[in-house]
């Protein structure tokens, strides 16, 4: 009689019953249908085909895009005493032959491999060979030509279908707003397959966005609520990587660079040290990210603003894998929009695309300027109603104030108007406040009818107040003109006195948050049990150490903490903890409880 996944779930992996719609996913696909998985990151999708293949014939066949992400399972899986090997470009000729022997032979429960090698001809007729117990295709949004991750291979993933039709095929992701999830179906041809959409909220993770004024005094505040725990720091380039993680080195930070034109072995040495060593800050572009399995990111902050809903949805996704209290930080302000903006018309793509391109940066811009919950406007653009305000976001926690700015919106429209449709807003603020400038005596612009009547307003709300203009389409950026600001359509109300403006009003800076001082992992612990967690802590560090895998593949805190709590001192009670499965506890068991017997 076969194993029942519930059984298998706790046997193997230590966890007393699945969570969500992970058991229905899991008997459908076992059952030999095909599933189109949706479901946030830690919300458990690994456990969706990772199960299934335990529990049926063959070996279960995982296409991953990066060699990272794969690695990381594997380490996992191996933990638990699952038969899994990958199949890349770090395996020599000997170690690579080794692992098609295995799959062969059947002595693999999973074999994980990058699109490249699976579409290879060596590689399907190798695949002809084996028993295949299904076939998941992770990170299946890069099927997405209009998606921030796409890679052309997974458009011929297809072969799957047309070859073996009759193993099931589970694609999963956790960034797919309505039009990516109807492409994914269209392009694997999963048209016909039952589709699994969970909510996309990520509970844990407090969104808060704040207008940049002095951009790296304002990232050292929020990390100075972040010291000793890891995090991603993003910025727009390479440069700006650079000389980020230089200065919070220099401000006694662990800060490691990542971008793609840094050398191979520097960047593969600096995402070791991000996922083994504790405390380490990535300041990367978006290079850096998808598919890093560290659960415990405490934060994720954005230094410029992203391109899109979708891409900062998953960026902010990297944090708090493990559901622990992380937060997602945003820091922007005008010359982000001028310069997103400017790079979509200079490209070189067709017309369709930068259409496209220009919406999800408004949708983007929508979301920093509402007034909103930040959650419930988040899962609005992936189609997904929030019923009521989170409470875990910086507009419920802090509500923004809202203010009549017909009449500056009027000034500053007439501004640009007057001065040629050709500046940008620092010239546009000194006209309105009256500047004495050698640029404004230049142009004569002191002669303007607008020059001075601004002086109401500091250059900080002016600032503001051109920043919600082109966000709100009242003005554009004139990419041509070195991001000069133009006048559209919609302005012509305003200016003609028949349209009210209310905006956001600009805080002086909000004050920071009290954090719970626990410890560095970020992980809330109870006073009494901190000492015995702490003790954890160093034991899981050494074996990592010793095994040479970074310390979340052993144990997640949270699984330290339960130990900590209920001080199990035998076997038996260590077996009734939420994560120790068999293999864990026959591996690591004695040392656990050799260790809480030594607290008392």
Not at 274 to 288: H, K
Not at 544 to 573: C, G, K, M, W
């Amino acid at each position: 009689m076969q194993e029942s996944p519930q059984a298998l779930l706790h046997r193997v992996f230590g966890h007393a019953g699945f969570r969500g719609p992970q058991q229905a996913i899991i008997e459908h696909i076992t059952a030999g249908n095909d599933a189109l998985v949706l479901m946030p990151t830690g919300g458990g999708k690994s456990l969706c085909y990772q199960v299934p293949a335990l529990l049926r014939d063959g070996t279960g066949i995982v296409i991953s895009p990066l060699i990272a992400l794969m690695q990381d399972q594997v380490e996992a899986l191996r933990q638990v005493g699952v038969r899994a090997e990958f199949l890349n470009s770090t395996l020599d000729a000997e170690s690579a032959a080794r692992v098609e022997r295995a799959l062969l032979e059947g002595e693999l429960d999973l074999l994980y491999v990058a699109p490249e090698r699976l579409l290879t001809p060596r590689f399907l007729s190798l695949l002809e060979r084996a028993r295949i117990a299904l076939f998941a295709i992770d990170e299946a949004h890069c099927v997405s030509q209009w998606g921030h991750d796409f890679r052309r291979e997974y458009r011929e993933l297809t072969v799957l279908h047309e070859r073996w039709p009759e193993v099931p095929r589970i694609a999963l992701t956790a960034t797919a707003d309505p039009p990516t999830q109807r492409e994914i179906a269209e392009r694997l041809q999963l048209d016909d397959a039952r589709r699994f959409v969970s909510s996309f909220d990520r509970p844990n993770i407090r969104y808060v966005v704040v207008q940049k004024d002095n951009g790296r005094r304002q990232l050292l505040d929020f990390l100075g609520t972040h010291r000793d725990e890891a995090g991603i720091v993003y910025c727009l380039s390479r440069k700006k990587v650079e000389q980020t993680a230089e200065f919070l080195c220099d401000q006694g930070f662990k800060a490691l660079p990542y971008h793609a034109g840094l050398d191979a072995k520097v960047r593969a040495d600096n995402q070791r040290r991000f996922l083994r060593e504790d405390g380490v800050v990535m300041v990367a572009t978006i290079a850096f990210g998808m598919g890093i399995d560290k659960p415990d990111v405490r934060f994720v902050a954005h230094t410029d603003l992203p391109k899109s809903l979708e891409g900062y949805y998953q960026e902010t996704g990297r944090a708090g894998r493990d559901g622990e209290p992380a937060e997602a930080w945003l820091c922007y302000g005008l010359g982000d929009m001028v310069l997103l903006k400017q790079m979509i018309e200079q490209s070189e793509a067709g017309e369709e695309r930068k259409q496209l391109e220009r919406r999800k940066l408004d949708q983007l811009l929508g979301y920093c300027e509402s007034m909103q919950c930040r959650r419930q406007v988040l899962l609005a653009g992936f189609g997904e109603t929030y019923p009521q305000p989170c409470g875990n976001c910086d507009n419920c926690l802090q509500p923004a104030a809202s203010w009549d700015a017909t009449q500056a919106a009027r000034k500053a429209l007439s501004c640009v108007y007057r001065t040629g449709q050709r500046f940008g807003a620092v010239h546009l603020i000194d006209v309105l406040r009256g500047s004495e400038s050698e640029r404004i005596q230049q142009f004569g612009h002191h002669q303007l009818s607008t020059y001075g009547i601004g002086k109401d307003l500091d250059a900080k709300a002016w600032r503001g107040v051109f920043r919600q203009l082109v966000a709100s389409g009242l003005l554009e950026v004139d990419a041509e003109a070195f991001g000069g600001l133009r006048l559209t359509d919609a302005s012509r109300t305003v200016l003609a006195g028949q349209q009210q403006v209310v905006l956001r009003k600009e805080l002086p800076g909000k004050a920071k948050r009290e954090r719970d001082r626990g410890p560095r992992s970020g992980v809330p612990v109870q006073a009494q049990d901190l000492p015995l967690f702490t003790a954890l802590r160093d034991l899981r560090a050494q074996l990592a150490r010793e095994q040479n895998v970074p310390a979340y593949v052993i144990f997640h805190d949270s699984t330290l903490r339960n130990i900590a709590e209920q001080r199990p001192d035998t076997l038996d009670a260590l077996a009734r903890v939420g994560g120790i499965g068999g293999a864990k506890l026959a591996r690591y068991g004695e040392q656990l409880v050799q260790a809480v017997r030594a607290a008392g």
